[in-house]
């Protein structure tokens, strides 16, 4: 036999019977027999659909005094050594089976039930109050002893996810992306079958909780591979889904929904550390500390690279947005972009004339931010590279980053004069227009800009990297590993 906090399940032969326990938890209740024969009952039926040749029916155990017969569910015995938990703790080659679940995964929720009630747990809001409920259980149990470190850093960085994200999870809906789906997607109940593998142990005791996101239902898998030790194979089968699911899914979304499924499973852990589950409590401490690396990693961010030509800004831009994986905008090209012609043709002209009149830069650096503001709030972190002389420019890309809840990180790019020199005067031709003299004209100019960090790029670039990139992530780059792929044609 064995124990979770909701069960026992006793294995006799090739039989295995499961039997709900009379706890009440807050988020079930079981402590009558309707009940449980009820959860029982949806077990069997929600099950059936990811395993049918698994579940069998409904049983009942009876004692010589019961009052009422107690309801089993029934279910074939997988045998113990095909588990994915054990067979990746063993070292052994998964990657077949990680494929085959991701299309299986995907194949199953792009045929899911959907709906108004289904979509309405897509919501930001909906996630907010899960997330909401997981914080006040893990609060009310603090009571009855120690509860995980990082609790209030990490309520601290879901709500500030959540609050500019609305346009991101509102277009999840809108592309069909909640399902119901399996809910409770752990490496433990998959088996690995000659045959294919079976998933066993959906969530059933509330539908709420099952209606998903896709990508939310596959990344609780992701998580409990990482939880296990073996954060490559997590992101091998999130890449996996991703291609299976044709999912346009920003890498904060990936980050943030293990960082909830993590979460989650952290609160659980704590629930069977009061029932004496041996290893509970660090256990506990382990998904924690999981969830605050991927919500540290889910951040997104605004980071404003500026300086006068020759500065090496762009250079510094381009190398940041590349580490980060991020999306770069440049003014240089949304200038001549707004006006019509190629980002590589010339439109050089005097200090502040042609395109580089007052009214052209207000018309750029509007829609420069109009852009980043589109791209914060569906979850895509942004590097915008652009002089930023101007307090005005730099207040509105201050209240660009307050609107979507992104953090800003503003870096002055400067180096000696004659290096700025140099460069303006073997610089190929290219978005830029400015030349030596233009870029005197805005040096006689330029006001101080005491809130950015400075960064001298008169050195090797990969050093400017690395002393940028302890600005815009504090934490280090390194905090979590599953990051988006490049979409490939499925195997």
Not at 136 to 154: C, M, R, S
Not at 172 to 185: S, Y
Not at 216 to 233: Q, S
Not at 241 to 246: H, I, K, L, N
Request: with cysteine; glycine share 8%; charged share 25%.
């Amino acid at each position: 036999m064995c124990e979770t906090h909701t069960a026992t399940l006793f294995f006799v032969g090739d039989r295995a019977y499961k039997a709900k326990k009379p706890v009440d938890l807050g988020f079930l209740d079981y402590t009558t027999v309707e009940a449980r024969r009820t959860a029982c009952e949806r077990e069997v039926s929600l099950n059936r659909r990811f395993a049918p040749d698994v579940y069998l029916g409904l049983g009942e155990f009876r004692g010589p005094d019961a009052k009422a017969p107690e309801p089993v569910v029934v279910m074939r015995r997988m045998p113990e050594d095909r588990r994915l938990s054990r067979l990746v703790r063993a070292g052994v080659a998964v990657d077949d089976v990680l494929r085959t679940l991701a299309r299986d995964l995907a194949v199953w929720h792009a045929a899911a039930p959907r709906g108004r009630d289904v979509d309405e747990q897509g919501t930001r809001d909906a996630l907010s109050a899960r997330w909401e409920a997981s914080f006040a259980q893990l609060h009310a149990l603090a009571a009855e002893g120690a509860v995980p470190e990082h609790v209030t850093e990490i309520e601290r960085l879901a709500h500030r996810y959540l609050a500019g994200r609305e346009r991101l999870f509102d277009s999840r809906i809108e592309q069909g992306r909640v399902v119901d789906g399996h809910g409770d997607l752990l490496a433990e109940d998959v088996f690995c079958l000659d045959d294919g593998p079976r998933v066993l142990d959906c969530l059933e005791f509330d539908d709420r909780l099952r209606y998903v996101d896709g990508l939310d239902d596959a990344a609780f898998l992701a998580m409990d591979l990482e939880r296990l030790g073996f954060p490559d194979a997590a992101a091998y089968f999130l890449a996996r889904y991703g291609e299976y699911s044709a999912d346009p899914a920003p890498p904060s979304l990936w980050h943030h929904y293990i960082a909830y499924r993590a979460f989650v499973r952290a609160k659980v852990s704590v629930i069977q550390a009061r029932q004496g589950a041996p290893g509970a409590d660090a256990a506990s401490r382990s998904l924690a500390a999981m969830a605050l690396r991927h919500l540290r990693t889910s951040t997104v961010g605004l980071t404003l690279v500026g300086g006068l030509p020759g500065s090496g800004k762009s250079t510094l831009a381009g190398a940041l947005a590349d580490r980060l994986g991020v999306t770069l905008l440049s003014s240089d090209r949304m200038r001549k972009e707004l006006a019509g012609i190629p980002a590589e043709q010339s439109a050089a002209a005097g200090y502040g004339e042609g395109l580089y009149t007052p009214e052209w830069t207000a018309r750029t650096y509007a829609a420069l931010l109009d852009h980043a503001a589109l791209l914060l709030s569906s979850g895509e972190s942004v590097v915008l590279d652009a002089t930023w002389s101007d307090s005005l420019q730099r207040e509105a890309a201050v209240q660009v980053a307050e609107c979507t809840s992104a953090d800003l990180v503003a870096l002055h790019c400067h180096v000696p004069d004659d290096v700025s020199a140099a460069r303006l005067s073997t610089r190929a031709p290219g978005a830029s227009d400015a030349d030596a003299g233009i870029a005197g004209a805005m040096a006689a100019k330029e006001p101080p800009w005491p809130e950015a960090v400075p960064v001298d790029t008169s050195g090797a670039l990969e050093s400017a990297v690395a002393r940028t990139l302890t600005a815009v992530r504090p934490w280090g780059t390194g905090q979590a590993s599953v990051f988006r792929r490049p979409y490939m044609e499925p195997d």
